[in-house]
T-cell receptor, first 113, second 114 residues
């Protein structure tokens, strides 16, 4: 079946601009996660959704970052006033009810110039 | 606080040989899960193997096995009969029963030499 998909695969934006990154999880997976992976590092947790609600947003670095999942399926990660330090690969993952392994998407590579 | 440590930034292995990738973890939770993921150059994280903290047997999945030593808090990945397609980054990760997020190590880059 279809895996986790993320769009766009690459995004280049100028400092100060607003960006939206989209994640489409595996059908039937109620849990959705966003991670950020900087070069040479492992993924770092940003936010976790169970259904439509953000059950844990403790990993969001500051209030420029926000994520939504209005219908409990597709999620959008929104970054306002982007900074060069936001450049990274943003990974989305989903799992069945938040248990067991997480299935990752291919990521969106964000470059802020 | 939860922490995963992978001390081998890079490893080389001859094709068809076995290789062990090290992972140690730190948590005060009694119930947790340990995972290994493979990340090829394409960037996608591929699930390899899982070990629960209460599992008495070491997990195995095909050519992958997890050497779980609970008292030492280690969860090393063993890949047998290495193949050229095994060349990738490998990440050890942990999730605790009281939390929702994965904690990842910094990864080990494995290169399989023909």
């Amino acid at each position: 079946g279809a895996g986790v998909s993320q769009t766009p695969s690459n995004k280049v934006t100028e400092k100060g601009k607003y960006v939206e990154l989209r994640c489409d999880p595996i059908s039937g997976h109620t849990a959705l996660y966003w991670y950020r992976q900087s070069l040479g590092q492992g993924p770092e947790f940003l936010i976790y959704f169970q259904g439509t609600g953000a059950a844990d947003d403790s990993g969001l670095p500051n209030d420029r970052f926000f994520a939504v999942r209005p219908e409990g399926s597709v999620s959008t990660l929104k970054i306002q006033r982007t900074e060069r330090g936001d450049s990274a690969v943003y990974l989305c993952a989903s799992s069945f009810k938040g248990a067991g392994e997480q299935y990752f998407g291919p990521g969106t590579r964000l470059t802020v110039t | 606080a939860q922490k995963i440590t992978q001390t081998q930034p890079g490893m080389f292995v001859q094709e068809k040989e076995a290789v062990t990738l090290d992972c140690t973890y730190d948590t005060s939770d009694q119930s947790y899960g340990l995972f290994w993921y493979k990340q090829p150059s394409s960037g996608e994280m591929i699930f390899l193997i899982y070990q629960g903290s209460y599992d008495e047997q070491n997990a195995t999945e095909g050519r992958y096995s997890l050497n779980f030593q609970k008292a030492r808090k280690s969860a090393n990945l063993v890949i047998s009969a290495s193949q050229l397609g095994d060349s990738a980054m490998y990440f050890c990760a942990m999730i605790v029963n009281t939390g929702n997020q994965f904690y990842f190590g910094t990864g080990t880059s494995l290169t399989v030499i023909p």
